[in-house]
Nanobody, 126 residues
């Protein structure tokens, strides 16, 4: 069974950058769309970005377009979310996720994802 582990969260000042990583075990990531989601206290879990199994399709929620970049290295079994120009409203627990089906569509709806990591905290504050 696919297992996902996020890393790279932390405290950063507004305007700063963080690089989140999602590492997989139990299966190769080659077959799977990977999504990044975030959840702030009292809010619904929100889709942030996703990348297709080959990396050819990448989608972003409007609020992060131009600031966040998703990429994958299937040889290393990892997916990365580079976050630049961070804002206080980006603060949340960030999760990576994968659907059960292989070669699925890159969409940002959380109900399409079955495997989830434990999350990594991102705090944006001066």
């Amino acid at each position: 069974q696919l297992q996902l582990v996020e890393s790279g969260g932390g405290l950063v000042q507004p305007g700063g950058s963080l690089r989140l990583s999602c590492a997989a075990s139990g299966s190769t990531l080659d077959y799977y769309v990977i999504g990044w989601f975030r959840q702030a206290p009292g809010k619904e879990r929100e889709g942030v970005s996703c990348i297709s199994s080959t990396g050819g399709i990448r989608n972003y929620v409007d609020s992060v377009k131009g600031r966040f970049t998703i990429s994958r290295d299937n040889a290393k079994n990892t997916v990365t979310l580079q976050m630049n120009s961070l804002k206080p409203e980006d603060a949340a627990v960030y999760y990576c996720a994968a659907p059960r089906i292989r070669f699925g569509s890159c969409i940002l709806g959380k109900n399409s994802y079955d495997y989830w990591g434990q999350g990594t905290q991102v705090t944006v504050s001066s």
